[in-house]
């Protein structure tokens, strides 16, 4: 599990889970992953 604010790392993610005032709102599969190497800082 990795938690981040940013979008860019988010896209390595096999899943993301969006949160709002704790609680689920948005749960995605990630079907274009990106490698480490591919993302922009």
Known sequence: ???TH????????D???RLSDGRIVDIRANATKQA???LSW
């Open 6 to 13: 940013n979008a860019g790392i988010a896209a390595m993610a």
């Open 1 to 3: 599990m990795l938690i």
């Open 36 to 38: 480490a190497r591919e």
């Open 15 to 17: 899943r993301v889970i």
